[in-house]
């Protein structure tokens, strides 16, 4: 369905799990909608490009589309509803709200990179979150950064909404799940795994007792295997406030994001248990 008033018609009271998507669904997304499965007796699915969330420039028109491989999909894992609004529904004429969080969780890393994308996400989530009024809602942890920012204002503002993180899916080869990975041409496609690479080199330093500065050192190192890779950014941050450490702290997490010739990657690991 994508009216919002069908929505309305359609959802139960209470007992509602949700998984928010931009689509172009892969065995990422159904790891959520599994877990969600599990966890509530009726569960929502929204598929909706959000064009908030993409800066001048970035891929919001050829991000790529299919809504009814997608709708086959959720179908065969037995969604309940599937949400698919398209732009004047979600944001009608004259919509002129924002959801902003501030600080170092939406200025650092991808806020530095992509401004106002986190703004677009937070805008989009609320929106969602008070149509679509689910028990818990579900986020893959290959957005980690996402993740917080939708845990903070959750918080913040007092949604009655459970946010559950759920482990990234990866390829064989440990390349983490992601639409835009169709961007890849069979050549950067072979080199893509140099992102997990330097994050489990990290996460080995760590283990053998070496120090964050060593880890780091790691992991640029494994960086440098694959010119092509332009790193954007490579660092070890605390699991909550994603500000650098010095020394290693429970759930330390490394982050890292660059540009292949067609396709901007980001993935992050758990380096210090
Ligand atoms: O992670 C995504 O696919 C999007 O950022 C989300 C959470 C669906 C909001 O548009």
């Known amino acids: 369905m994508s009216t919002v008033a069908e929505l309305r ?13 931009m689509g172009y669904l892969h065995r990422g997304h159904l790891a959520l909608v599994e877990r969600a499965r599990r966890e509530n007796p009726f569960v929502v699915v929204s598929v909706f490009v959000n064009p908030l969330q993409f800066g001048p420039g970035e891929d919001y028109h050829r991000y790529p589309r299919d809504l009814e491989r997608d709708r086959a999909l959720l179908q065969e894992a037995g969604v309940d509803l599937l949400f698919a609004p398209g732009v004047e529904e979600m944001y009608p ?9 501030e600080g170092p969780l939406t200025a650092l890393w991808e806020g530095a990179v992509r401004p106002g994308h986190f703004q677009g996400v ?7 979150f008070l149509l679509v009024q689910p028990q ?3 986020f893959g942890e290959k957005d980690y950064q996402q993740l917080l920012v939708v845990r903070r204002m959750v918080r913040d503002l007092g949604f009655p909404v459970e946010v559950v993180g759920v482990p990234t899916v990866r390829e064989e080869d440990g390349l983490a799940l992601s639409s835009r990975n169709v961007y ?10 140099v992102l997990y690479r330097a994050l489990l080199a990290m996460r080995e330093v760590a283990g053998q007792g070496g120090s964050v500065a060593e880890a780091l050192r790691a992991g640029e190192e494994a960086l440098r295997a694959v010119p092509e890779f332009r790193r954007v950014y490579l ?5 909550e406030t994603l500000l650098p450490l ?18 901007r990657l ?3 690991l758990e380096v210090y248990p």
């Not at 018609?9 to 209470?14: H, I, M």
């Not at 004429?93 to 969080?101: D, I, L, S, W, Y």
């Not at 660092?235 to 699991?239: E, R």
């Open 266 to 268: 980001i993935d992050n």
């Open 93 to 101: 004429e004259g919509f002129a709200t924002r959801v902003q969080v």
């Open 9 to 21: 018609a359609a959802l139960p009271r209470e007992g509602v799990g949700f998984v928010p998507t």
């Open 246 to 263: 010095s020394d290693w702290v429970a759930g330390a997490r490394g982050i890292v994001a660059g540009r292949f010739p067609e396709a």
């Open 122 to 128: 937070a805008t989009v989530v609320a929106r969602l």
């Open 136 to 138: 818990r809602a579900y």
């Open 184 to 193: 890849l041409s069979p050549e950067t496609r072979k080199k893509a795994p």
């Open 235 to 239: 660092a070890i941050v605390h699991p």
